[in-house]
């Protein structure tokens, strides 16, 4: 087995045991690797259509397990949860309010995967910011997710928010728009004033070659990426309380309780009493290969079970998506009948 596809219980250990808990557990145990379901979730990621790493830890008991950790992974949409991160904290410094309106320009207005371009094709609405971070975690909005990182000042400065935490091995370096015209291959100035319709139509108008060609880079691009273990970090350290305050926590905890996307992945592997706090991300697919079929949560077991945080990315996926979101289910599922085992 390769290096890169199963880390070291010993550096995995040490990685997990830094990560300093405060909310969820006043003493929670000592990290323990659990090398039973780490087994099963290597047979689960051996099997999967793609390239798989897995990263899950118990924040009561402390157990863990994971494969290629440490391993990059484009985020896709999972990357609009460290944008939302990085705007609340705009708001708790108070350079920013929830109820702030920002003008939707033309140019902001995203062809994809967009209520906000479907109700203002143009833009010329004002959104408070409240409800770009609604829509940006409960539908993967891509026009409010531009628009949230130009009111933060750009991709770089996004990123040294999380740098600021402490938050390393995940990064934001483009807008979705960007993101979306490097998969197609289409070039485009930063300043470009094109309208969805007009990005649209040029994407449209790619060769099949260029096309195909930008769409196998993608994936290896290490822009806007992160390893699993990084997006776990970010989701403990969250739910313990040490990014933001509680109002505020509970503000973008709530949000990703509200999350539409990805039924078929983390969601579809746990009970349905079982409330799931997530966001999910899918790259684009081009000749029945996709670049990313990611999702990243937050679930709390039955009883004293405790919360389990996971993440889960595949990239170069081979087939239908479909197949993708059934690794992540079967994912969801191995944990919890793991750790919601009697002892």
């Known amino acids: 087995m390769s290096p890169g596809f199963r880390l070291g219980a010993a550096f995995l250990l040490a990685a997990l045991v830094a990560m300093l808990p405060v909310r969820v557990a006043a003493a929670p145990a000592p990290a323990a690797l659990d090398r039973g379901l780490q087994h099963r979730l290597e047979a689960i990621a051996r099997a999967a259509p793609g390239i798989c790493g897995i990263a899950v830890r118990n924040l009561d008991t402390g157990r863990f397990a994971g494969v290629a950790t440490t391993d990059t992974f484009p985020m896709a949409s999972t990357y609009k949860l460290p944008i939302a991160l990085a705007v609340l904290r705009m708001v708790e410094r108070g350079e920013a309010s929830l109820d702030e309106p920002v003008r939707l320009r033309p140019a902001d207005m995203n062809p994809d995967v967009s209520e906000l371009t479907q109700r203002f094709p143009r833009g010329g609405a004002d959104v408070s910011i409240h409800e770009l971070l609604e829509q940006v975690l409960r539908t993967s909005d891509n026009t409010a997710c531009d628009v949230l990182i130009r ?158 945080v996971v993440a889960v990315f595949l990239r170069d996926v081979r087939g239908p998506v479909a197949a993708a979101e059934r690794t992540i289910a079967q994912v969801a599922r191995t944990v919890f009948d793991a750790w919601n085992a009697p002892e």
Do not use: K
């Open 151 to 308: 009111r933060a000042g750009g991709a770089a400065r996004v990123t040294g928010e999380l740098r600021s935490l402490g938050l390393e091995g995940l990064r934001v370096d483009r807008r979705e728009a960007e993101m979306g015209n490097d998969w197609f291959g289409l070039h485009v100035a930063l300043d470009s004033t094109w309208t969805a319709e007009r990005l649209r139509a040029e994407r449209g108008g790619i060769r099949p070659r260029l096309r195909g060609h930008a769409a196998r880079s993608f994936s290896h691009d290490r822009r806007d990426s992160s390893t699993p273990l990084a997006m776990a970090g970010l989701l403990e350290r969250l739910w313990r309380g040490e990014l933001l305050p509680a109002a505020l926590t509970d503000t973008l905890e709530a949000m990703l309780g509200r999350c539409e996307t990805g039924p078929a992945r983390l969601r579809a592997g746990l009970p349905p009493s079982i409330r799931l706090a997530h966001r999910t991300g899918t790259g684009g697919t081009w000749e029945n290969h996709t670049a990313a079929v990611n999702d990243v949560g937050v679930f709390t077991l039955p009883g004293s079970g405790g919360t389990v």
